[in-house]
């Protein structure tokens, strides 16, 4: 077994081990591993060893990878901040795209989106810890933007996000996820159908978990510390 493919099979074994104390199915969490500054044969590795859903933070270096891996047919997500742009690439090959944060950057997508593609799937990115530092809307603003982002075509809205700040405390971990499942269930009370919230770490699994994450976001416990980020610059004519 290679040290990927190790790290992988531990990692899901948190994840079944915190679904069942908080009573849910370990099939209702999704892995998603980080793959940004790992080099394709590392994403090649862990495909190998059953992982289907990839995480990327820079436009350049995720396109270049889905590229490469398409024979694999492997699902990508865009988990990073994303300007306007940079939209056009990010629109046409990836899966899902997890931080919308303005209401331009999901119109920028859905009408950059190939029609011949299915829809791609949103999540709206949800500043819960009110860090000025971090991206994401008030929770206050979620609603507005959700109506919003739910009537474009060529988008499908899945649910929510959320990085809250980097804490021992496992209590104000699992206040500031619940906040999100709160959003997320006033949304679907209001009649979005949602399904999604994408909150969790390396480093705080089990309390995300154990407040409703669907997908969890997993870099560092599979892929190891990071390597330097690749800078390779989006060309011109991607906006």
């Not at 892995?31 to 350049?60: C, D, H, I, M």
């Not at 804490?167 to 104000?172: G, N, V």
């Not at 409703?212 to 190891?224: K, N």
Request: glycine share 8%.
């Amino acid at each position: 077994m290679t040290t990927i493919a190790a790290r992988l099979d531990a990692v899901r074994a948190r994840i079944a081990a915190a679904a069942r104390r908080a009573g849910r199915d370990p099939a209702d969490v999704t892995l998603l591993a980080v793959s940004k500054t790992w080099p394709a044969e590392a994403v090649r590795e862990a495909a190998a060893a059953g992982q289907r859903a990839f995480g990327e933070n820079y436009v350049q270096e995720g396109v270049d990878k889905a590229e490469a891996l398409r024979a694999l047919g492997l699902e990508w997500h865009f988990i990073g901040p994303l300007q306007s742009n940079k939209t056009r690439p990010v629109a046409n090959a990836f899966d899902w795209v997890h931080g919308i944060d303005r209401l331009k950057i999901a119109e920028r997508l859905s009408a950059q989106r190939d029609v011949h593609l299915p829809p791609l799937n949103v999540c709206i990115q949800v500043n819960v810890s009110g860090e000025d530092s971090k991206s994401g809307v008030a929770p206050d603003e979620v609603a507005a933007l959700a109506q919003a982002v739910a009537g474009l075509p060529g988008l499908r809205l899945r649910g929510l996000m959320c990085i809250p700040e980097p804490t021992e405390d496992t209590a104000l971990l699992r206040a500031r996820f619940a906040v999100l499942r709160r959003l997320r269930d006033e949304l679907v009370a209001a009649g979005l159908a949602l399904d999604t919230l994408s909150m969790g770490m390396s480093h705080d699994i089990e309390p995300a978990i154990a407040e409703g994450a669907t997908i969890v976001r997993v870099g560092t416990a599979i892929f190891g510390e990071r390597v330097k980020p690749v800078s390779t610059p989006v060309s011109a004519g991607s906006a």
